[in-house]
């Protein structure tokens, strides 16, 4: 049994963290099912309902970077299912993981009131709370390099390298891009230079094969467009907790580098954190192929937080709290607009109730784009009963995402035993040439007699209704309308 002086030191040690942690979580589970999964999202819950053999067979051929964050997540589907609650909330979760660990480094560098401060504008940041509230790895990737760098300043005799090398390979696994902290990591530590790069070098070594294999399936990442300055402005407005933050957010944080001296603990862990990861993944994108992508550097919250909690250091409490509750209070239209349904590229739910309310038995579907096919995975019950009449074997038969297709001569043959199609119209961009069946969809539709009945947009694409012509004339028909909802349901 804990003594009293024991459980005191026990609550301020874990106190201020667990704090932090629980308003990022309240922050991150705020309206966490609100928005509609999107085509990203809709790969998770494919790949992850999938038997991990049948994973592995998919990722010899595509998303390999992302395979240990799917194998993370396949036991959470395959006990929970799929649904927006539990496939975010592993994403909540490492949101508040990040804003603790800040809430620890920062009173390690620091003060208590800094590592409190930096821990809470982690926990209400738009950006962060972005990806907290998405079926994809980002947030664990803060988390881990949260944790990289907590583990980094703490290392002091080989158990506490080791486990620092542990988590760069956690870092590494769960987003290449993320190792780009290393950098920043040999200014934070130049004081252990050998220990550093043993333990860094031991890292690598298991990341090697991921990072080889990687250049095999290059072509994901081709549709990244080139770095621009309203890329720039974007992202540092990311960073700075929204466009109107952002002047206050500058401000605070050259007041803590006119505070602290270039050599502070704190300083010398947070500043090449911030900056190095951006300026060199924008600068490889700038002399070479494009690789920046604003999400990638989301890992770099935590750095800002640090700086601006250290700028806020430099007043009094009087005039801290007030400004950081003001500042929390301008995040909310960030954070309101980001819950809006639509509030992602494409709104799937939306999709899924235009088909769940005007489905007929017997109905058939197509894709103009068949890398959309996983879009099926989620809100399945919308799409039960409809015939995907141009699958000649499923995306689990084929060890990929898209399945495979009859030909185009058999196109015709396909559609004979159907009066009604629903065309799904949605391309792929990250995929050149992905659409390039949509022509002759279109084409085989209309030579077999098909006319549109409905056309249907929604945030991301449209759907279309196509509906044999009659023998005799008379007005194309669409079911009544029905509760959508009840469909979606399950």
Not at 28 to 46: H, I, K, N, Q, Y
Not at 224 to 244: D, H, N, Y
Not at 280 to 308: H, I, K
Request: net charge positive; with cysteine.
């Amino acid at each position: 049994m804990l003594t009293n002086p024991t459980l005191s030191a026990f609550r301020s040690r874990l106190g201020p963290p667990a704090l932090t942690a629980l308003v990022a979580l309240a922050v991150a589970c705020w309206g966490l099912t609100a928005p509609s999964f999107w085509r990203d999202e809709a790969v998770t819950a494919d790949l992850t309902g999938r038997t991990v053999p049948q994973l592995l067979r998919v990722l010899g051929e595509i998303d390999a970077v992302h395979g240990f964050y799917y194998l993370l997540m396949w036991p959470v589907t395959t006990v929970f299912g799929v649904s927006e609650l539990t496939l975010r909330l592993p994403s909540a979760l490492a949101a508040a993981a990040a804003a603790g660990l800040t809430t620890a480094l920062g009173r390690r560098l620091a003060t208590t009131r800094l590592g409190i401060t930096a821990g809470l504008l982690v926990a209400v940041s738009p950006f962060l709370s972005r990806y907290a509230q998405e079926a994809r790895q980002y947030a664990m990737v803060a988390a881990l390099a949260v944790l990289a760098t907590w583990l980094l300043v703490r290392a002091e005799d080989r158990r506490g390298w080791a486990w620092y090398a542990v988590s760069v390979v956690l870092l590494g696994y769960t987003h290449l891009f993320a190792l780009l902290l290393l950098p920043a990591h040999v200014i934070a530590r130049r004081d252990a230079l050998r220990a550093w790069a043993a333990a860094a070098g031991a890292a690598l070594v298991p990341l090697l094969a991921l990072v080889v294999f990687a250049q095999t399936q290059r072509y994901q990442v081709s549709w990244i467009e080139p770095v621009t300055a309203k890329g720039m402005v974007r992202l540092a407005q990311a960073l700075g907790w929204g466009p109107f933050l952002l002047a206050p957010a500058v401000l605070l944080l050259a007041l803590a580098l006119w505070r602290y001296r270039p050599a502070s603990p704190l300083l010398r862990v947070a500043l090449p954190w911030l900056v190095l990861p951006p300026v060199l993944l924008v600068g490889v994108s700038l002399v070479g192929s494009p690789y920046y992508v604003q999400r990638y550097l989301l890992y770099c919250v935590p750095a800002a937080a640090l700086l601006v909690a250290a700028g806020l250091e430099t007043l009094s409490w009087k005039l801290a709290v007030p400004l950081v509750v003001a500042a929390a209070a301008a995040t909310v239209p960030v954070h309101l607009d980001q819950r809006r349904q639509d509030g992602r590229v494409d709104d799937l739910r939306a999709l899924a109730e235009i088909v769940a309310e005007h489905k007929r038995p017997g109905d058939a579907i197509l894709f103009t784009d068949v890398r959309m096919r996983p879009a099926l995975s989620v809100y399945p019950s919308a799409y039960r009963g409809l015939d995907d009449v141009m699958r000649r074997a499923t995306p689990v038969a084929a060890g990929d995402l898209k399945g495979r297709e009859v030909s185009r001569a058999g196109y015709a043959e396909a559609l004979a035993g159907t009066d009604r199609v629903w065309l799904l119209a949605n391309r792929v961009p990250f995929l050149p040439g992905s659409d390039w069946t949509a022509g002759a969809k279109r084409r085989v539709l209309r030579e077999a007699g098909f006319e549109e009945a409905r056309d249907w947009r929604y945030k991301g694409g449209r759907v279309l209704l196509y509906r044999r012509a009659p023998s005799a004339g008379g007005p194309v028909d669409v079911l009544p309308k029905r509760a959508a909802q009840s469909d979606l349901a399950g």
